[in-house]
């Protein structure tokens, strides 16, 4: 149960604008939803006047398509291909480089300060994969200092759920739609004919100082009732469902399942799903010299199993064939990640089913195998 640091309070829309002036005044970098490219992504915003407003989605396996709402709400959409993970995991960063003057050789760390980024509409199945990539890069004795220092440094407006796209099924996964923790502000917009609010639940002493300086009245049962309304009929309205009762022994018990052949002859190893998905973490390093030689840069870069190389070692890929390589990915998101981080590595976003060129989703596939599951073949 989350501690009350103060009780929920109502803002008017309007209102919005002075939260991230106020965000920007502090130093902070906003980042926030913005339509781009045909889609929602997330970006810098200079004002809330970037926020998509009166745009929602429409996402089915390996279909997304932006539309026109009826309304004027900001946060009327779903989550689109960009999540958060590309500002606390950039997808590129320079580790450290080396520069050589005549016969001297000097290394230096990039030591490039990120800035201090404020997130605004965070979901819950997203403060929920920040939580799983927190065990990966924070795990003690390995814990990554940049990553340590953009989490530590931002600050985290989450946003309860109002609609539920066509590819979520945060209910399955225990992650959604209510943000529940880990923010230091929660909105629920409030939106109807006759109003444009926004319930504000506190959830820092942060966000309470934040919420010092801003217009607000105290709410009311009825903005209580309505934003769990809004709420309750966004957990009955998911796109997806995944029963993961048994899930992770049913997908460690069958690597010979007929399935995963068949799911590798519609997948395409293009890695878009490890690309969009909120958890995903994987990365490569690379070393890069310029054509003089005076000047090297060690970098480090997104990477994925679905790549042939990424498993390379001496003599050969350990996961050289696409079925090798799609079974590697589920039963580690669905199977392995609970033996090796206490949690699954899957937040039911449903990112990885919109964005796959072939409409491969990660329920049927999941389900295929742990529902008709055959024993496995007699080797002898
Ligand atoms: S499952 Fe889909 S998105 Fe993922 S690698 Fe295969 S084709 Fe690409
Ligand atoms: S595996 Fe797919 S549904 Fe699960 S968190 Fe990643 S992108 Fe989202």
Same mark, same amino acid.
């Given at each position: 149960m989350r501690k009350e640091l103060a009780s929920p309070v109502v803002i008017a829309e309007k209102v919005l604008h002075t939260l991230v002036c106020e965000l920007q005044n502090a130093g902070y970098s906003v980042i926030g939803p913005m339509v781009r490219d045909q889609a929602i992504i997330y970006d810098e915003l200079?004002?809330?006047?970037?926020?998509?407003?009166?745009w929602g989605d429409q996402q089915q396996a390996g279909s997304y398509r932006l539309v026109k709402r009826p309304d004027k709400a900001l946060f009327g959409y779903t989550v689109g291909p960009h999540s958060w993970k590309k500002f606390l995991h950039p997808p590129h960063l320079r580790l450290w480089s080396v520069r050589r003057t005549g016969n001297e050789v000097s290394f230096s760390h990039d030591e490039t300060p990120s800035p201090k980024y404020a997130f605004l509409g965070v979901r819950s199945c997203e403060l929920h994969a920040m939580a799983i990539q927190d065990k990966v890069f924070l795990q003690a004795g390995h814990e990554d200092a940049g990553y340590h220092q953009r989490r530590n440094d931002s600050f985290i407006i989450a946003l309860n759920c109002g609609e539920a796209g066509g590819t979520c099924f945060c209910t399955s996964m225990d992650?959604?739609?209510?943000?529940?923790? =880990?923010?230091d502000l929660a909105l629920t917009e409030l939106l109807d004919a006759d109003r444009h609010d926004f319930l504000v639940e506190i959830g820092s002493e942060a966000g309470a100082k934040l919420m010092r300086d801003v217009a607000s009245r105290e709410a009311s049962a009825k903005d209580l009732t309505t934003a769990a309304n809004i709420l309750a009929r966004t957990a009955e309205n998911m796109g997806r469902h995944l029963d993961t009762k048994g899930l992770k022994e049913r997908l460690q018990e069958?690597?010979?399942?007929?399935r995963w052949d068949e799911v590798a002859a519609r997948c395409l190893s293009c890695s878009n799903c490890t690309m969009v998905c909120p958890t995903c973490f994987c990365t490569s390093v690379e070393d890069t010299a310029d054509l003089a030689g005076d000047t090297a840069e060690h970098s480090r870069h997104w990477d994925s199993c679905f790549n042939s190389d990424f498993s390379y070692i001496h003599g050969g890929?350990?996961?050289?064939s696409v079925k090798s390589r799609y079974r590697q990915w589920l039963t580690h998101k669905l199977a392995h990640w609970i033996d090796q981080? =206490?949690?699954? =590595?899957?937040?039911?976003?449903?990112r990885c089913i919109t964005w796959c060129p072939t409409g491969i989703d990660i329920t049927e596939e999941a389900a295929a195998i742990g529902s008709t599951a055959p024993p496995p073949e007699d080797a002898s």
């Open positions: 200079d004002s809330v006047a970037d926020l998509p407003k009166g992650t959604g739609p209510q943000a529940t923790g =880990g923010f069958n690597p010979e399942h007929p890929s350990i996961h050289s981080f =206490g949690t699954s =590595g899957c937040v039911g976003c449903g």
